[in-house]
């Protein structure tokens, strides 16, 4: 696995320059910090009526995208591009690519 | 002078909007999104509705439709643009505008008529108000509170392009006014230039006298006259 967050990964995966590979590209979508989310408190509230405790929770959009590419690396720009473009709205989101081989 | 109200898939509010642009005497007409932005259209106008069943964002998908391209182009051109509610959303998906429109503080759709206060009359939209006049439009939507972040926010303020905030009907703007949490009680703003703007409530739902409720919309449609 590529985390966008740890190079070091990187290097367990180039290994397969020499052909097209096929990643799976996960693209978590999450609000900002500090940027309200009324369907994580309202689904908050639904759980503390069912008898849960809990201090706190955050909801994310996950979409995993199937691509082939040359490298995880190259596979992960890709789905960097995605969500900078499409994804994900910088205004309120920050977001964060993992690759794998699919 | 041709108004171009375009029509996505799950546009709603387009022939509303073609049908008060007339009222107020501006000649406008339907134009389906995948047939590109009529080089004479004198206007632009993105209507409210569903489009794309708000997949992924409100107004993200339409915001990447080709015809975008066409009315940036047109934009920068200095024809006017208006979005409403959902087009209001494609305008900051767009990036015609700055900001973003998402889920109700509430959680809820919310259909209501609103108050605002015209905050900056200096502008085609404005016009035909006084700064502090309070008008009342209704707002439909559930994804209207305005966000963005504290220093655009603030250079927003600083270049007057906030045009209408939500207020009571006395005009004072509270939380309580505020139906859906924008920040500022934002509810219309200007792009980078004030031939562009953008705003949740629906001017074309209060400028017919049919409809028995306010005229105050009439104000906003006019800037295309």
Not at chain 2, 18 to 31: F, K, S
Request: aromatic share 6%; with cysteine; glycine share 8%.
């Amino acid at each position: 696995m590529y985390n966008r967050t740890s190079p070091k990964r990187l290097l367990l995966t180039t290994a397969h320059y020499d052909s097209m590979t096929t990643y799976t590209a996960t693209v978590t979508v999450r609000l900002k910090r500090g940027v309200l989310d009324p369907e994580a408190e309202t689904t908050k509230r639904a759980l503390e009526r069912l008898g849960f405790e809990l201090d706190a929770l955050r909801s994310a959009d996950q979409f995993e995208v199937d691509l082939d590419a040359e490298s995880a690396e190259a596979a992960a720009d890709r789905a960097d591009e995605m969500a900078e473009r499409l994804l994900a709205n910088p205004t309120i989101h920050d977001y964060d690519v993992e690759v794998a081989e699919a | 002078m041709t108004v171009a109200v375009i029509t996505f898939g799950g546009s709603n509010c387009d022939r509303d909007a073609v049908r008060a642009l007339g009222h107020v005497g501006v000649d406008a007409e339907r134009v389906w999104h995948e047939d590109g932005l009529p080089s004479d259209a004198d206007g632009v106008v993105l209507p409210g509705g569903f489009s794309y069943g708000d997949y992924l964002r409100a107004g993200a998908m339409a915001a990447h439709s080709p015809i975008m391209n066409d009315v940036r182009d047109a934009a920068d051109d200095g024809v006017p643009v208006l979005g409403v509610c959902n087009g209001a959303q494609i305008g900051c998906e767009s990036t015609l505008t700055p900001g973003a429109f998402t889920t109700n503080a509430s959680a809820r759709f919310q259909c209501e008529s609103v108050h605002l206060r015209v905050e900056n009359a200096d502008t085609p939209w404005t016009a035909a108000y006084d700064v502090g006049d309070v008008i009342e439009i209704p707002i439909a939507h559930g994804e209207g509170r305005f966000e963005i972040g504290e220093e655009r926010y603030d250079a927003l303020v600083a270049e007057d392009r906030i045009l209408f905030r939500y207020c009571d009907a006395d005009g004072n703007v509270t939380d309580r006014a505020n139906p859906n949490g924008s920040r500022g009680n934002v509810a219309g703003i200007l792009g980078d230039r004030e031939t562009v703007a953008v705003m949740m409530p629906h001017p074309e739902r209060a400028t017919l006298p049919d409809l028995g409720r306010s005229l105050d919309g009439q104000g906003v449609l006019s800037a295309f006259v």
